[in-house]
């Protein structure tokens, strides 16, 4: 078997496109956009594409976790940054001075950061996440009353918004989203009838900003369009916004085996040649992020066509069936993204989302920036 060292794999990462999706985004929804970056920026990394998406005019940023906030902040990213997924063990006192906006459901976090802030002589900056359906996080709906009641007598802080989270935006036609729309304006009227009014409202995440113009309140939260992968559900197709793709995914043929029939290909044998052929070997596997339900029903790009992966993914490697193409070490294949498959096309073929891909590529594959137009 012939062998040589390649480089594994590289995401590269289209930061030219992150200001594309962004810019189409703000005219599309026609409010403020705040670009989701938790989870590392889907996987793309989070300052530069944080950086590229305020480049474009994201108005704000999201993450779930204080930390991911203050890792933007750490490396002089500017402007409102709102954190939304808070605990009780978290340092309100950093992200007060580091100039976080955060998301609270409990009364208890918001007198502690009531408290931190009356220190600091300062209103702290605060969200108020309504929970109106999706049975997560979020006040729930039959405490309304009551924690807006308290809310109203905390000192010391500043309501911004008043906003709640979707569960079915990428199924238009679904009644959770009437539902939720109703539950929403619910939220809106009681804490009304409390004497507080929020800055803003925001409800919509991509597929909403994308087709809900009546979700689009005072600002969208777009996580998966501005890296340019379809939301899935009942929109699967991101170039139909005008959207680009962000990430292209690219290994090289690390080896080449000719197999004769009957020859069994990897773990447990789960494939075998029923005739001659050709496998490569592709040094990336299910700790890189490959899906290892790819197994039977994945396929990788080469030279424009595609080829199907065979036998089963490993941890560290997978092998394609390239039947009578003559193929080389050192080759480039592409596993999505530009020239190949969307990442939401390629995830679909194990029935997954776009999301799960981008976001859990392993740091062993090297993230490349790109600045070029697709
Ligand atoms: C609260 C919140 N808002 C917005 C988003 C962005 O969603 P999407 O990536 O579908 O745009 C997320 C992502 O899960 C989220 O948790």
């Not at 959770?176 to 409390?194: G, T």
């Not at 043929?253 to 070997?281: E, Q």
């Not at 424009?304 to 992966?309: A, E, L, S, V």
């Amino acid at each position: 078997m012939a062998t040589v060292r390649t480089k594994r794999a590289t995401a590269k990462v289209n930061l030219a496109a992150i200001e594309h999706n962004i810019k189409i985004l703000k005219a599309t929804a026609g409010v403020p956009v705040l670009a989701v970056v938790k989870a590392d920026g889907y996987g793309h990394g989070a300052v530069p594409v944080a950086l590229a998406a305020k480049t474009a005019g994201a108005d704000w940023l999201g993450v779930a976790f204080l930390d991911e906030a203050f890792e933007l902040r750490n490396n002089n990213v500017p402007g409102p940054i709102l954190a939304w997924l808070l605990d009780e063990s978290d340092n309100f006192a950093e992200a007060l001075d580091q100039d976080i906006d955060m998301s609270v459901s409990s009364i208890s976090i918001l007198q502690k950061i009531s408290s931190l802030a009356k220190v600091r002589g300062m209103n702290a900056r605060v969200h108020v996440e309504v929970d109106t359906g999706l049975s997560r996080a979020g006040v729930a709906l039959d405490d309304f009353e009551n924690f807006f009641a308290e809310f109203k007598n905390v000192s010391n802080i500043e309501l911004i918004s008043i906003w709640s989270h979707l569960a079915c935006a990428d199924e238009p036609k679904h009644p959770a989203n009437a539902m939720q729309h109703k539950n929403f304006e619910h939220a809106l009227a009681v804490a009304a009838s409390h004497g507080l009014k929020p800055q803003m409202r925001h409800l919509a995440n991509s597929a909403a900003a994308l087709v809900h113009p009546e979700f689009r309140y005072d600002m969208v939260r777009c996580g998966i369009a501005t890296y340019g992968i379809a939301p899935g559900g009942g929109l699967s197709d991101a170039s139909k916004f005008k959207l680009k793709g962000v990430m292209t995914v690219v290994s090289q043929i690390a080896a080449v085996r000719k197999l004769k029939v009957g020859d069994g290909v990897s773990y447990s044998f789960k494939w075998t040649a029923s005739k001659p052929t050709t496998v490569g070997l592709i040094p990336i596997g299910y700790a890189d992020g490959v899906i290892r339900h790819l197994t039977k029903t994945g396929s990788i790009t080469y030279k424009g066509k595609q080829f199907p992966i065979v036998g089963t993914v490993c941890m560290d490697q997978f092998l394609v069936d390239f039947g009578d193409t003559e193929v080389s070490v050192g080759e480039e294949v592409i596993l999505f993204g530009d020239g190949g498959l969307s990442a939401h096309a390629w995830a679909q073929q194990v029935d997954a989302i776009g999301y799960e891909l981008v976001t859990r590529l392993g740091n062993r594959i090297e993230r490349e920036y790109v600045d070029g137009v697709q």
